[in-house]
């Protein structure tokens, strides 16, 4: 008997075909990300052969967004949200207003309708949720302070997006705009709440609901999510502590959009921040991940099977004027503006790169607006066609603003030198005072002149304790490490530390890997611990690479990688306890 069955052919094609044209993009040293977008074009119905089911496809996806917002919510505590208020509530204010008035620019010239136009703007305003954060995270930049204010301008983002799917249906219907769509969303909530709502009791009655909401998951889920999670970790079953939390992840989400009108990412972010206080915190992170990556795979592939190609032929100057606003327009706004705040070159950058795209609230914006009579067919192809190419060209403008950080800080640092040595000590340069120095995090240090040293990577549990030891026994080494807070601490305690991804030869190159007698990867991720270990025994192939694993598989990959040793910590811990307990045996018998 044949059995119609669209969900698992959905998942089944989605996931088979972004492996193979992921891992053959990853091949030709191009972001997996490339080929997983390509899996969609290929799976959508604009191209010929196998077409997935283009109303699955979209709700797999956001599984994907609503795991991946929680993902990021555990790691970024309530305290690094208003940290970054000061910036990211301003700038994401001014920046959407700068890419929806260019937009609406574009808009006007194609002789669209002023709310079309608007829509339009709106769109190319706000930047992926899932882009984003994976970007952030390849580079292990999400716990930085770079990472918070460009995740804290995300979320501001998402509520400006909320506000705007709720008043822009009310100012169709207030202009006389679109057509009769917008009666049932206006007309549910005059019935509701006995009133009748303009545009200002709108906004109110939004900014009410979602204020209502962060003030539940602060107050009251900040002791719920937490107790629960414990509880069943008592329990003693690692199913249930893993349903446990995506539990919370989806069903928090879900009961925020239905209860309180805000967006299913945002719910989960809060979810996850609230839980980020438990010690669990960990743990919840590490069994929601395996379901996040494979999720956000089906958000590439779903954007794919979105995107028609022919626009690319019929429609070439509005695809590249689409393109040059998200990429070119909303840069250089988010690059002036995180400087007018007195933060460093290196920060305004990253910002920059990371909003040059545009992904699912971009989507949405145009589906609405489609749906209203006020965005022309031809607006959300070009939303389209935009959000596929800006994503496949974020890696490029990352190296891109990395290229412009290292020359432009290079000449910055060449300016001081020389300034410093024209001026007596005592006397205070023009620039001096007008900027504020940047943070030790966001320094670009010159290369270590340690040579016959030992590096560590990594400065936590374990790192800290090697760091220590090493220092007590006076023998030179440093950290490498990719977390502010870890930076500041090493250099407080007078240990060098350079700042980044262990896993890159340029980061490698500064901690001077070349002339090093040993290297300790301290870090507890196996897949970025054989990364840190490839790099460093092709540079140095006399090193001494001790590393850490969890596993006899792990110390099998490891060694298989150029590791000399891999110490097993639980191995390790079974040891002593055998070697105490021994011990104590001996004794008695005595």
């Known amino acids: 008997m044949q059995h119609d069955t669209p969900l698992i052919t959905t998942i089944v094609a989605g996931l088979v075909l972004a492996f193979i044209l992921g891992t053959i993009a990853n091949r030709l040293k191009m972001p997996p990300l490339v080929g997983y977008l390509l899996a969609g074009v290929l799976s959508g119905p604009h191209t010929p052969g196998f077409v997935a089911d283009q109303t699955l496809a979209p709700e797999l996806a956001e599984i994907g967004v609503i795991l991946l917002m929680f993902g990021v919510g555990l790691h970024f505590s309530l305290k690094d949200l208003l940290t970054v208020r000061g910036i990211a509530v301003p700038g994401a204010i001014v920046q959407i207003a700068f890419a929806t008035l260019l937009g609406w620019g574009l808009g006007a010239l194609m002789g669209w309708p002023i709310g079309g136009s608007l829509v339009f703007g709106l769109a190319l305003s706000v930047a992926s949720t899932v882009v984003l954060l994976k970007a952030l995270q390849e580079r292990r930049l999400v716990e930085t302070e770079r990472g918070r204010i460009a995740v804290g301008w995300l979320i501001v983002e998402d509520l400006a997006m909320v506000l705007a799917l709720v008043l822009i249906p009310a100012a169709a219907s207030v202009s006389g705009d679109g057509h009769g769509g917008t009666e049932p969303l206006s007309t549910a909530l005059n019935h509701l709440l006995g009133l009748d709502l303009g545009i200002g009791g709108i906004i109110a009655a939004t900014l009410v609901k979602v204020a209502l909401f962060v003030a539940v998951m602060l107050v009251f889920g900040g002791r719920v999510i937490p107790w629960l999670l414990h509880r069943t970790a008592q329990s003693g079953s690692r199913e249930l502590f893993s349903l446990g939390v995506l539990a919370i992840a989806l069903g928090v989400a879900f009961g925020a959009a239905k209860l309180f009108g805000v967006s299913l990412a945002l719910g989960a972010f809060f979810a996850g921040m609230v839980l980020a206080e438990s010690e669990l915190s960990h743990r919840a992170a590490e069994e929601s991940l395996p379901l996040r990556d494979a999720f956000s795979v089906l958000f590439f592939v779903s954007v794919g099977m979105l995107f028609n190609p022919v626009i690319l032929i019929e429609r070439p100057l509005p695809v590249l004027a689409t393109l040059f606003i998200i990429i070119v327009g909303k840069s250089v706004a988010a690059f002036f503006i995180v400087l007018a705040f007195r933060k460093p070159l290196s920060t305004a950058l990253t910002i920059s790169a990371s909003l040059a795209q545009i992904g699912e609230f971009s989507f949405i914006l145009a589906a609405f607006g489609v749906e209203l009579g006020l965005l022309p067919p031809e607006g959300r192809d070009l939303i389209l ?137 301290a870090i507890p991720n196996a897949f970025e611990a054989c990364g840190v270990t490839q790099q460093a025994r092709a540079i140095n192939p006399s090193l001494l690479i001790v590393a850490r694993a969890h596993s006899d598989a792990e110390i099998t990959e490891l060694k298989a990688y150029g590791a000399d040793a891999a110490i097993m910590g639980e191995r390790e811990i079974a040891l002593g306890m055998v070697d105490q307990m021994t011990r104590l045996h001996h004794e008695r018998a005595q």
């Open 385 to 521: 066609s935009g959000a596929i190419l800006s994503i496949i060209l974020n890696p490029l403008v990352f190296v891109a603003c990395d290229w412009l950080n290292r020359r432009l800080g290079a000449r910055a640092s060449e300016g001081e030198s020389a300034e410093k040595a024209a001026k007596p000590d005592n006397t205070i340069s023009e620039t001096e005072g007008r900027y504020p120095p940047p943070t030790q995090s966001d320094t670009e240090v010159g290369p270590t002149s340690l040579r016959g040293h030992a590096i560590v990577v990594g400065y936590g549990r374990v790192g800290k304790i090697l760091a220590e030891s090493l220092q007590a026994s006076g023998t030179p080494f440093l950290v490498i490490e990719d977390t502010d807070s870890r930076i500041a601490e090493l250099r407080g305690s007078g240990i060098e530390a350079v700042y980044g991804n262990a896993a890159s030869a340029g980061t490698l190159a500064y901690a001077n890997v070349e002339g090093a007698l040993s290297l300790a990867v």
